[in-house]
């Protein structure tokens, strides 16, 4: 199959995670035509109850950025302990839904920007993300990094979760397919030798988006080479959780 090189995904994942900000929480929550309720969907619960977990260690306290803020699932765990929590996002209407979710949204300001173009105008005392990373064109890696060092002030931290394989993958019977198997769920079929993924919506619209899988090893791997110490670790099989500091100039 002829697919797109992940590196030209950019506005076309946008365009994606725009439309799909209605439908997104589904996914989050397992409800509607993500639902399970089987050993899958156990897990699932599981792993999240992990994360909040792992959140609430890290203590991300101070002002905090978020980058891919999304429907605000994040954001509304970094409020616990954040005293500002800048939340930035390239879809305006997963942001309205995010404002929802907040008991004290005058402590959350709320960015609508690509984060590929935007730049910081302050420093601050964590940057976090979730469910991004996993969406960083490999051409663009580096370079969104360099933001990270850029937006974060001195003894700044990272905190970052993500999938740690797609989640059609995940849910198969051995729980992980080769990287060169694609998906048989009919809205979600992933390639991850190619790093891309095809997304049909509820409504029929099909997109193609970037997504990529990273061990606990090779994401070490690669921030250590940029001049970063990271400590990740994986979850039920189904999501990364990790942490990272700046070690010095790769």
Request: aromatic share 10%; glycine share 8%; net charge negative.
């Amino acid at each position: 199959m002829d697919l797109p090189d992940p590196d030209a995904l950019v506005d076309e994942q946008i365009t994606y995670y725009r439309a799909r900000a209605p439908e997104y929480d589904d996914w989050w929550l397992r409800t509607g035509r993500y639902q399970r309720d089987d050993g899958f969907g156990r897990r699932w619960d599981a792993g999240k109850r992990e994360l909040a977990h792992a959140v609430r260690d890290f203590d991300p306290a101070g002002d905090v950025l978020e980058l891919a803020a999304g429907t605000g699932n994040l954001t509304r765990e970094l409020c616990a302990a954040a005293d500002r929590v800048t939340a930035l996002d390239a879809s305006a209407e997963a942001l309205a839904i995010a404002r929802t979710k907040l008991d004290q949204p005058s402590r959350v300001t709320f960015v609508h920007a690509d984060v590929f173009e935007w730049r910081p105008t302050q420093r601050f005392d964590v940057v976090a993300f979730g469910f991004w990373l996993s969406h960083v064109p490999p051409g663009r890696f580096e370079q969104f990094w360099r933001l990270v060092d850029d937006a974060l002030g001195p003894g700044g931290r990272v905190l970052f979760i993500d999938n740690a394989v797609p989640v059609e993958v995940a849910a198969s019977a051995d729980g992980r397919q080769p990287a060169t198997v694609a998906d048989r769920t009919p809205w979600s079929r992933t390639w991850l030798d190619h790093g891309v993924s095809a997304r049909t919506l509820s409504d029929g619209r099909r997109f193609h988006i970037v997504k990529r899988a990273w061990t606990p090893e090779e994401l070490r791997g690669e921030l250590a080479a940029l001049g970063w110490t990271a400590s990740v670790r994986e979850i039920q099989g189904l999501f990364i959780y990790g942490s990272a500091e700046r070690t010095g100039v790769a």
